[in-house]
Nanobody, 122 residues
Framework: QVQLVESGGGLVQAGGPLRLSCAAS????????MGWYRQAPGKQRELVAH???????NYADSVKGRFTISRDNAKNTVYLQMNSLKPEDSAVYYC????????????????WGQGTQVTVSS
């Protein structure tokens, strides 16, 4: 059973940092692109940051210069370092793997984690 589990969320004051982690577990052979998304109450889920298997990255304009996405392929983990947090960054943050190939050859597309809450107080 493949799982994506986010961690690192919590309550932080404006201007502070948080680091989110998303660890994939199970019989995984490979994961290609991964991304962090967020959804605030009453709003649509939006892309925050994305990283390819070759470590090419892109970011939402609202987080450029403040957030950094990275990955550790040996650990099947993707990170989101968030600095200079603002109240408008408050949301549930989700990680997604675009394509997971299991050791048995099963291919899973658009695989989501359960999310972690980030709350930034002013």
């Amino acid at each position: 059973q493949v799982q994506l589990v986010e961690s690192g969320g919590g309550l932080v004051q404006a201007g502070g940092p948080l680091r989110l982690s998303c660890a994939a577990s199970g019989s995984i052979f490979s994961i290609n692109n991964m991304g962090w998304y967020r959804q605030a109450p009453g709003k649509q889920r939006e892309l925050v940051a994305h990283i390819t298997s070759s470590d090419s990255t892109n970011y939402a304009d609202s987080v450029k210069g403040r957030f950094t996405i990275s990955r550790d392929n040996a650990k099947n983990t993707v990170y989101l370092q968030m600095n200079s947090l603002k109240p408008e960054d408050s949301a549930v943050y989700y990680c997604k793997a675009d394509k997971i190939t299991t050791e048995r050859g099963q291919v899973l597309y658009n695989y989501w984690g359960q999310g972690t809450q980030v709350t930034v107080s002013s």
